[in-house]
């Protein structure tokens, strides 16, 4: 089956610009999560969503970073006032349910300008 | 912070031959999970293990976990060139979402 799908693949955009990243997880999967991972380091947890609420977003940096599920499937991370700091690869990851294997997409790679 | 700790943080072997990378942390998990990485984009998973189980094969996988010591090994049989990547181990918390993961190992397999 299809697996996790993330759009756009790369994203360039000028400091304190708007962005907004799309994340499509596996058909079925209730569990979804958000990673942020720089050049040589591991993938950061940012925040996880089980059906449309976020239960934990303890990993979001500041006030800047927010995320949505509205209908349980679809996720965006909307990033404001973007900030060349936030320059990273954005990896979106489903799973059955919490305690799963995660399976991860691809990735969005922001370079912010 | 990251919890968990690969070991060692680069590794070069001939094809052929095995490899093993360590992995320790922290604190108490539900379960431990090991992924590949190629080319710094999209995780490939390759075995989860809860923290009741010891040991877990999966083709030429074998992965161990030690909850006393807590750590956790992963070894490759019969390295190829096609293993070559980085490999990350990432811990399931028994408090907190989200897996936590480490800088992970890079993996290069000599034809």
């Known amino acids: 089956g299809a697996g996790v799908s993330q759009t756009p693949s790369n994203k360039v955009t000028e400091k304190g610009k708007y962005v907004e990243l799309r994340c499509d997880p596996i058909s079925g999967h209730t569990a979804l999560y958000w990673y942020r991972q720089s050049l040589g380091q591991g993938p950061e947890f940012l925040i996880y969503f089980q059906g449309t609420g976020a239960a934990d977003d303890s990993g979001l940096p500041n006030d800047r970073f927010f995320a949505v599920r509205p209908e349980g499937s679809v996720s965006t991370l909307k990033i404001q006032r973007t900030e060349r700091g936030d320059s990273a690869v954005y990896l979106c990851?489903?799973?059955?349910?919490?305690?799963?294997?995660?399976?991860f997409g691809p990735g969005t790679r922001l370079t912010v300008t | 912070s990251q919890q968990g700790e690969e070991d060692p943080q680069a590794l070069s072997i001939q094809e052929g031959e095995n490899a093993t990378m360590n992995c320790s942390y922290k604190?108490?998990?539900?379960?431990l999970q090991w992924y590949r990485q190629n080319s710094g984009r999209g995780l490939v998973h390759l075995i989860l293990i809860r923290s009741n189980e010891r040991e877990k094969h999966s083709g030429r996988l074998r992965v161990t976990l030690d909850t006393s010591k807590k750590s956790s090994s992963l070894l490759i049989t019969a390295s190829r060139a096609a293993d070559t990547a980085s490999y990350f181990c990432a811990t399931d918390w028994t408090i907190g979402d989200g897996l936590t993961f480490g800088k992970g190992t890079h993996l290069i397999i000599q034809p």
């Open positions: 990851a489903s799973s059955l349910n919490r305690d799963y294997e995660q399976y």
């Open positions: 604190t108490s998990i539900n379960n």
